[in-house]
């Protein structure tokens, strides 16, 4: 027994020589397992896929309330959506450094590029169409974690009121060819009193209908005009301009007509402060006279 202990001693040092020699340091290892490593980036948020589609349960746009927890992204363009993203672009300047995601006129140059960026990938202005423009900041927690960027996204709506229309196609090159979504001819809708302007229904402008798009009157830098007096001094005289052209009459022609005036229809105060201080402009009959044919060139022939 003394003897096979020993033997084992005697071998141990020899296995430790061994052990020790495998794991001498090789050539040109300094031994330093972390001096050569790269450092992890910084996290990012990620920028929204530009040509993604989403889904959504909004009843109307309204541009003051809409976010990106507005939209659920679809599993692609040909399946049901209402908002395609067309554009993403980054914040600068006073948008980029304010402390939460920008408003009002923070969103000025983004709903600019997003304005000049639709006209590319719809081959027209967006207004001309029925469309809503949306232009999406960060969350307050993409914020927070340094998101910059702004989305913009375009829909289809069923009329000025803003109520979204379920898609299944890409609406790049919508305000082309045969434009299947331009403004063209209406029929109104009316509150219970029958007499209170709630709404439109589009139609063809071979059926019956009482209204019809005549272009988009872009006013100069002023407030908001929150009166239906104020609305009426902003837009009245640059519809009129629009209309009578459209018309082909004079503007003392139009003032004077017993049967077609015109009415626009004026963005919100949050799409105002953003740049956007449109109305689209409509030739609208009175005393719901209606129509079967378009009233441009109308001159002073009867209706």
Not at 134 to 155: E, K, M, N, T
């Amino acid at each position: 027994m003394v003897r096979f202990r020993r033997l084992v001693m005697a071998v141990a040092p020899v296995a430790a020589v061994v052990m020790l020699a495998g794991c001498a340091t090789p050539s040109g290892v300094d031994k330093n397992l972390i001096d050569e490593w790269s450092m992890l980036a910084a996290p990012k948020v990620p920028l929204p896929p530009v040509g993604s589609c989403y889904d959504s349960t909004v009843p109307y746009f309204e541009t003051d309330t809409l976010t990106i927890f507005s939209f659920k992204a679809a599993e692609s363009c040909t399946t049901a959506h209402i908002s395609e993203t067309f554009y993403v672009g980054e914040l600068s300047g006073t948008a980029a450094s304010v402390t939460s995601p920008p408003k009002g006129a923070d969103l000025k140059d983004a709903w600019a590029k997003c304005n000049t960026e639709a006209q590319t990938f719809l081959g027209g202005d967006y207004h001309d169409g029925r469309l809503e423009l949306i232009v999406l900041p960060p969350s307050s927690a993409q914020w927070s974690g340094g998101g910059r960027y702004f989305r913009c996204d375009l829909a289809e709506v069923q009329s000025d009121a803003g109520k979204p229309v379920s898609r299944t196609s890409s609406l790049k090159g919508a305000l082309t060819g045969d434009k299947p979504i331009a403004l063209t001819c209406a029929q109104e809708t009316y509150e219970a009193d029958g007499k209170t302007w709630e709404d439109y229904e589009p139609t063809a402008c071979t059926a019956t209908h009482n209204m019809e798009y005549v272009g988009t009157y872009v006013a100069g830098e002023r407030a908001f005009p929150k009166t239906a007096d104020e609305r009426r001094a902003a837009m009245r005289t640059g519809c009129e301009a629009l209309g009578a052209k459209f018309l082909g009459m004079t503007q003392s022609t139009l003032d004077n007509h017993q049967e077609v005036g015109i009415g626009f229809w004026m963005v919100d105060e949050e799409n105002w402060l953003r740049g956007n201080r449109s109305a689209r402009c409509y030739a609208m009959l009175y005393d719901k006279k209606s129509t079967v044919r378009s009233l441009k060139g109308l001159g002073t022939g009867k209706i």
